[in-house]
C-alpha cells in the first residue's frame, strides 16, 4: 500500500498487521513470562474479548504517555483487540488522565473485562461522566453492549437534518471542522462530528441525491425566474475543499518557483539543489491562482518537487502539449513511471555523548545527548508507524538522538572513541545538554535573537540564510551549531527544532515568518504581540504548538486534520515517543 493512500479506512488493515506482528512476540514470550505478577489475576482462557457483534477487533488507542502501555496494548491485542496510532470514527480512546476530555476511558476497563472474561459496557469507566447517584457512589448496572448505546441512536430525523446542512454546504462534506460544528446542534447533542462524518459518508452519502448550487463564497444561488434555490445532481458536485491537483497546476508551481529563483537571484543548482523557497512565494502563487490553499501550494513543492524536478517536469509537460499527450502531475508521474527523483529522509548521525556526565531529564522539555553507536539501535519493533514514516521521502526531518547508552563491538571500541574525541572537541560547555522546549509566555526578545541576527532580518534574507546554513546537517546539534551564527539562541533554535518535529524542510519558513513578525513589532505595527504569540505558528501544516500537542491521543484529534495531514500526524506523535522514551530511559514498562 502506498503511503500516500493512507487515510482513515485504511486503519484497520494497517491496526491489523500491527495487532498480528504484536501477537506474534506474545504468543513468542507467553511461556517465558507466565509466571509473571500481572499475568496471574487472569485465569480464564484466552478468547476474544475485546471484539464487537460481528467478531471484528474493536480498536483502541493508547498514549505513549501511559507508564503501562505496553502491557495493557499486549492484553488488548491477546483478547482479541487491536491498538493504533490511527483512530477511526469507533476508536476508543484510553487515558487515565482526568482532564484528558470527555469520552475517554480508564485503563481499568480493560483488566475488569479480562477479570470477567467478557466485554463490558463503557458506563462508569468514561472520563468526566460522575457515577453517583443522590451523593452515594453507585456501581454502574451490567447492560449488553447494544443496550448502552440505543439512548444515542442516529434517527430518521436525526439523518435527513444530516443531509440537509450537507446539501447546503456541498463543499464542506468531508470537512471534519464541519461536521465538528454540526455536532453543537441540540438534535445531533450526543453525537462526536466524528461519528456524524463517519455516519454521513458510510450510510447517508448514497442518498444525498441534489445539493444547492453555490457561488464563488459558498453563498446559495437563486433561479432568476423561478427564485428558488438552484439544485445540481449528483454528477454536478462541486469539489471538496481538498481538490485534486492536476498537472496543469503542477507545470504552473514549478513555472512560478523558476521565475521566482531567476528573479529574486537565489544561487540554487536547479538540475542538483534541493530547492526550500520562502513564505513569500507560497503566498504569490496562492494570490495567483487561489484553486488550493497557501499551505497545500507549499506541501505540493515539498512532497513532489524534488532535486532537479523542476526543468524536469517543466520540459516533460511541454513535450507531452507539443506532442498531443496528456502530461501526468507529479505524483502520478511518480507512481507509475518512477521518473520523479525521490528526496531522501535525512538521516541523522549519533550526537558525540559526554562520558563523564548523564543527562538530567527536564519536566519541561527534553535534553539531547546521545551515543556514537546509537545508529546500530534496531528500531524495527517500535511499531507500524516506523515502516510506513520510512517510505515517506516527503519530510526532510533529523532523527531525534538517543539518550540511552548503546554498546559496540571490542573492536569497533577503539574506533568509535576516536570519533568521539574527534567530534567532542568541536563543541563547547554550553552545549551539553540541549534542550527542545517551547518558549514560554515571559520569554522577551533579547532571549531568541542576538545581534547578528538583525542585519538578516533587515535585508529580509533570513530563510535564505537558514536554508544555506542547514541544508546539510546530519543531528540537531549540528542546526544548533549553524544557527548560532546567524544570531540566534539556544531557546529560539530549541522551539524552532521542537515545533518543526526537526523537520529541515520547515525550519527556514518558521524562522522567515518569526523574524518578520520581530521586524513588525520593532517598527510599531505589531508592538502589542508578544514572542511567544509570534512563535505559535498554528497554520502551517508540519509546525505545533503547545495546544495542538495536547489534542493528540484524545478525542479531539480529528480537529488536527483541519490543519495537519495524516502524515505529519504520524510524525509528529513519533518525534513526541522518541522525546519521551529519551527522557524517560525505557521503551516500555517494567
Not at 244 to 255: G, I, V
Not at 380 to 390: F, G, M, P, R, V
Amino acid at each position: 500500500m502506498s503511503y500516500h493512500s493512507l487515510s482513515y479506512e485504511d486503519t484497520v488493515t494497517q491496526a491489523a498487521a500491527e495487532a498480528a506482528a504484536a501477537a506474534a512476540v506474545v504468543a513468542a514470550t507467553q511461556h517465558h513470562h507466565q509466571h509473571h505478577h500481572h499475568a496471574q489475576q487472569y485465569q480464564f482462557e484466552s478468547r476474544n474479548i475485546f471484539v464487537d457483534q460481528d467478531e471484528k477487533s474493536i480498536i483502541f488507542t493508547i498514549p505513549y504517555t501511559e507508564p503501562y502501555r505496553e502491557r495493557y496494548r499486549n492484553l488488548i491485542i491477546q483478547y482479541g483487540g487491536i491498538v493504533t496510532d490511527n483512530p477511526t470514527p469507533t476508536t476508543i480512546y484510553l487515558n487515565n488522565d482526568e482532564n484528558a476530555g470527555p469520552h475517554t476511558v480508564r485503563l481499568n476497563y480493560i483488566d475488569d473485562c479480562v477479570n470477567r472474561n467478557r466485554l463490558l459496557p463503557l458506563d462508569g469507566y468514561v472520563n468526566g461522566v460522575p457515577i453517583t447517584v443522590g451523593g452515594a457512589s453507585v456501581a454502574m448496572q451490567p447492560t449488553t453492549a447494544t443496550g448502552s448505546k440505543r439512548h444515542n441512536r442516529f434517527t430518521p430525523e436525526k439523518d435527513e437534518f444530516i443531509l440537509k446542512r450537507v446539501r447546503l454546504n456541498p463543499r464542506f462534506r468531508h470537512s471534519h471542522k464541519f461536521f465538528n460544528e454540526l455536532a453543537q446542534e441540540d438534535i445531533l447533542r450526543g453525537h462526536t462530528g466524528n461519528s456524524i462524518r463517519a455516519r454521513f459518508r458510510k450510510h447517508l452519502e448514497p442518498r444525498l441525491e441534489f445539493v444547492y448550487k453555490l457561488d464563488a463564497n459558498d453563498k446559495l444561488i437563486k433561479d432568476k425566474i423561478t427564485g428558488q434555490y438552484i439544485k445540481l445532481g449528483i454528477d454536478e458536485l462541486p469539489d471538496t475543499l481538498k481538490q485534486k491537483y492536476t498537472a496543469e497546476d503542477d507545470y504552473m508551481l514549478c513555472r512560478e518557483a523558476k521565475d521566482y529563483i531567476l528573479e529574486k537571484g537565489i544561487q540554487v543548482d536547479l538540475e542538483n539543489d534541493l530547492v526550500v523557497l520562502p513564505y513569500t512565494f507560497y503566498s504569490r502563487t496562492y494570490r495567483k491562482n487561489p484553486k488550493h490553499s497557501l499551505h497545500s501550494w507549499r506541501d505540493r513543492f515539498r512532497r513532489y518537487v524534488t532535486p532537479g524536478m523542476i526543468p524536469q517536469y517543466i520540459a516533460y509537460y511541454e513535450e507531452c502539449i507539443q506532442k498531443g499527450e496528456e502530461p501526468k502531475p507529479l505524483l502520478k508521474l511518480s507512481q507509475y513511471e518512477g521518473t520523479v527523483i525521490s528526496r531522501p529522509a535525512t538521516k541523522a548521525k549519533p550526537i558525540p555523548k559526554r562520558t563523564n556526565k548523564e543527562p538530567q531529564p527536564s519536566s519541561s522539555g527534553v535534553h539531547v545527548s546521545g551515543s556514537v553507536a546509537s545508529s546500530q539501535i534496531d528500531e524495527s519493533a517500535l511499531n507500524i508507524d516506523d515502516e510506513l514514516i520510512s517510505k515517506h521521502a516527503g519530510f526532510d526531518r533529523i532523527e531525534v538522538p538517543k539518550l540511552q547508552e548503546t554498546f559496540v563491538d571490542e573492536e569497533e571500541d577503539s574506533q568509535s572513541t576516536t570519533q568521539l574525541n574527534e567530534q567532542s572537541s568541536h563543541l563547547t560547555e554550553s552545549q551539553f545538554p540541549l534542550q527542545l522546549k517551547y518558549v514560554d509566555h515571559t520569554t522577551g526578545l533579547n532571549d531568541l535573537l542576538f545581534r547578528e541576527s538583525f542585519q538578516y532580518i533587515k535585508s529580509g534574507n533570513v530563510s535564505i540564510k537558514v536554508h544555506e546554513a542547514i541544508a546539510n546537517v546530519q543531528d540537531v546539534v549540528e542546526i544548533f551549531n549553524k544557527l548560532k551564527p546567524i544570531g540566534f539562541t539556544e531557546t529560539l533554535i530549541s522551539h524552532i527544532v521542537y515545533a518543526t518535529c526537526a523537520d529541515i524542510s520547515l525550519i527556514p519558513d518558521v524562522c522567515e515568518r518569526f523574524t518578520q513578525g520581530v521586524k513588525a513589532v520593532i517598527s510599531g505595527t505589531e508592538e502589542n504581540t508578544s514572542m511567544y504569540q509570534l512563535l505559535e505558528i498554528d497554520d502551517m501544516p508540519g509546525v505545533w504548538t503547545a495546544s495542538q500537542d495536547e489534542k493528540l491521543y484524545t478525542e479531539r484529534e480529528v480537529e488536527l486534520l483541519d490543519h495537519h495531514t495524516t502524515d505529519h500526524l504520524l510524525f509528529r506523535k513519533k518525534f513526541l515517543n522518541d522525546i519521551r522514551r529519551q527522557e524517560f530511559g525505557f521503551d516500555s514498562p517494567s
